[in-house]
């Protein structure tokens, strides 16, 4: 089968800018990024079946030892969470750019300018509700996701926020209030899913385990990339 080229980028020494980690690749140049079924579903221009399918062929586990239909269905909702929490950290980066008290907190935690743009760091301003359903989402969703209460409004109200990302995928938010009055200082999507920082830190032969995200995130921003975070104290337990 005729493959499909990756437009992997050459710098000035011709060496590839393609890091590939244990279950996730990402080429610098045209942006592509993903997990194992991804990659092949980019450079074969297959369905994502078909890339299961390639997988188990080449890890010799038998076809009739899988429920295609399952996974497919299962697929399917991976795939839709994904794309409704992309566009949650996408409008709460914008809002975050014009937002200076948010960028003051985050700057008072020690936290630098370059780790919030990579880490995509976020501000819900309240507005996250009204601009989902612009984009396409109903309020059904949004309350299944527990991205907003009983009221239609958000809960992640106030808070800077927090991406956690599983094999190129955002998987969980964390949102942190501002206001030091809030009772309620620290919130999560869902309560100890994923670990913060592991795509970029399981390459790793040493990696450092802190309570926090944002103590992961301040490491970072001195230089220290091999750390994940454990959602605070209830992670670690």
Known sequence: RKRK???VYKR?????SMNVGERTYH???CGAKGNVFQFIQAIDSVSFI???????R???IPAEELDFNEIQVQHEVVEKQAELLGAV??????VYAKNKDAQDY???RGIDVVTA???RIGYDDGSLPKYMMAAGFDEKELRSMKLTNEKGNSRFWGRVIFPVIKDGRIINIYGRSIDPNNKIRHLYLRENEGVFNYDRARSEKDIFVVEAIIDALVMVSNGIENVVAQFGTSGLK
Do not use: L, P, Q, W
């Open 5 to 7: 080229k990756i437009d």
């Open 117 to 119: 743009m990579t880490y």
């Open 106 to 108: 985050i700057a008072s």
């Open 27 to 29: 080429c610098f140049g």
């Open 50 to 56: 078909d890339a299961v399918k390639e997988v188990a």
């Open 58 to 60: 080449r890890a010799k």
């Open 12 to 16: 000035k020494e011709n060496t590839s």
């Open 89 to 94: 950290i996408d409008h709460c980066e914008s």
